[in-house]
């Protein structure tokens, strides 16, 4: 198995594991023998970007754990050079059954 | 913040750290806003002037369809800043400079809350006002109107 689809395939483990995040894969496509979710990832030497679709909100403390994570496999790998970058290409229905978070909610006032 | 020094992470904003930078679609700003504009009351439904809307009320009659949560609502995202340009129309007695505040307040709350990101403007274009008895026109036009 190359570098870059070991690396993918632990990356995805990981990633799986992750709560609030999942890998954004193209959705339709036909069932094929492979593993999807691999075209959320691209790597090479440079960088390293993640695409994501976020299940649970807020995203800070989400991306702040996955790149804890996914850093500390990709610093395992031979591209621990490259730059990590998590997309967050999407929010699914799921996540936003708001409460938009705490903070003044007044009221416009209305002519009688 | 605080963290422990084995977890500290320089960073110069939420989205980049020492760790990795991170991207934030500009669909997910916009559902966001979408959200957070829709919720503020005396707003009667977002997007552009009568032809948009009348397409979007067509639209919502198909089983199935539904407007879209980022209608009206068009935003700028970058690696830390985002701008949001909104297209609503109100209903018909409220103060319009209430709800302007009260949506850019809430709309800046929410994208900051939830993705980190700054927002450095929101522009709103209140493009109609809502009457009352405007939904039912077809149905009342015949009961009400002059002539039959």
Redesign the interface.
């Known amino acids: 198995m190359k570098p870059s689809a070991e690396l993918t395939e632990r990356l995805l483990d990981a990633l799986r594991a992750e709560p609030g995040l999942r890998p954004a894969t193209p959705a339709n496509l036909p069932a094929v023998p492979w593993d999807l979710d691999a075209f959320a990832i691209d790597v090479d030497a440079e960088a390293i970007e993640i695409r994501v679709v976020?299940t649970r909100?807020?995203?800070?403390p989400l991306?702040?754990r996955a790149?804890?994570t996914?850093?500390a496999i990709i610093d395992e790998s031979p591209f621990k050079a490259a730059?990590?970058?998590?997309?967050?290409?999407?929010?699914d229905a799921t996540a936003?059954t708001?409460p938009?978070?705490e903070?003044?909610?007044?009221?416009?006032?209305?002519?009688e | 913040m605080t963290e422990s020094p084995s977890?500290e992470?320089a960073r110069t904003s939420?989205?980049v750290?020492t760790?990795?930078?991170?991207?934030?679609?500009d669909?997910?700003v916009q559902?966001?806003a979408g959200?957070?504009a829709r919720?503020?009351?005396?707003v009667h439904a977002l997007g552009g002037g009568g032809a948009v809307r009348a397409f979007n009320a067509l639209r919502e009659r198909i089983p199935g369809a539904s407007a879209s949560v980022g209608q009206g609502v068009s935003v700028e995202v970058g690696e830390k800043q985002a701008a949001v340009d909104l297209d609503l129309m109100v209903e018909y007695?409220?103060?319009i400079t209430?709800?302007a505040?009260?949506i850019r307040?809430?709309v800046i709350?929410?994208i900051e809350?939830?993705?980190?990101l700054e927002v450095v403007e929101v522009n709103i274009n209140v493009n109609d006002v809502h009457l009352p008895g405007d939904d039912d026109s077809s149905d009342g036009r015949t009961e009400s109107g002059r002539v039959q």
Do not use: C, M, W, Y
């Open positions: 976020a909100l807020p995203l800070p991306v702040d790149h804890r996914l850093r730059v990590l970058r998590i997309a967050i290409n999407d929010i936003v708001f938009v978070p903070g003044p909610s007044e009221q416009p006032r209305s002519r | 977890t992470v939420q989205l750290t760790l990795g930078t991170t991207t934030i679609a669909t997910v559902k966001i959200l957070a919720e503020v009351s005396g007695g409220v103060s209430d709800v505040r009260t307040k809430n709350n929410a809350q939830i993705t980190g």
